[in-house]
């Protein structure tokens, strides 16, 4: 059962990819309506992972779960080019180049930098185009930080580890 829901969270960021990218043809006034999606789902990660953790069973997505939430990227990417935030190819060229990285590395230390920067981007253009929006997503980030502090305090070393191998060629 547990499995099943962690695997339902998971896939409702495809969904929510598919909506981001409707909203999107909508042009820009879709912006807190596509900043709530957003939250939703990656509150949906935040679930789907606490939720497979205390399965008794892997989930049948848990290796998709990475690609899926690359997949919901995506669609961030894809709204923020439709409703006229960002245009076509700079973000073509970024995500062609995150792709290149990706080839070459094979290290999701890279991809996360990628994800990193689409997610520096979201805030500045929030701070630019709903201030308002950008003060609720800053509490919400300072919330699920709170609650998830001692994993940040494991992996976000542990990522900047491996940034600085690749680095050093390693």
């Known amino acids: 059962m547990l ?6 969270l998971t896939l409702s960021r495809v969904i929510a990819a598919g909506v981001l990218i409707w909203l999107g043809t909508l ?3 879709t912006l807190p309506y596509a900043v709530l999606v957003t939250v939703l789902a990656w509150t949906t ?13 892997p989930t049948r997505l848990a290796n998709f779960d990475f690609p899926i939430d690359a997949t919901f990227y995506v669609g961030i ?3 923020l080019i439709l409703a006229k935030f960002l245009p076509p190819l700079p973000v073509l060229a970024f995500v062609l180049l995150s792709l290149a990285a990706w ?11 990628s994800l990193r920067i689409v ?9 630019i185009h709903a201030p308002w929006l950008a003060g609720l ?8 930080a709170l609650i998830y502090r001692r994993r940040l305090r494991e992996r976000i070393p542990r990522w900047f580890k ?8 390693r």
């Open 119 to 127: 997610d520096l981007t979201c805030g500045a253009l929030l701070l």
């Open 137 to 144: 997503a800053v509490a919400w980030l300072a919330g699920l």
């Open 45 to 57: 990660d935040q679930w789907d992972g606490w939720i497979a953790r205390r399965a008794p069973n």
């Open 3 to 8: 499995t099943t829901i962690a695997d339902l």
């Open 77 to 79: 990417l894809v709204y």
């Open 103 to 113: 080839l070459v590395f094979r290290r999701k230390a890279v991809a996360i930098v």
């Open 27 to 29: 042009g820009p006034t």
């Open 162 to 169: 491996e940034l600085g191998e690749l680095a050093c060629g």
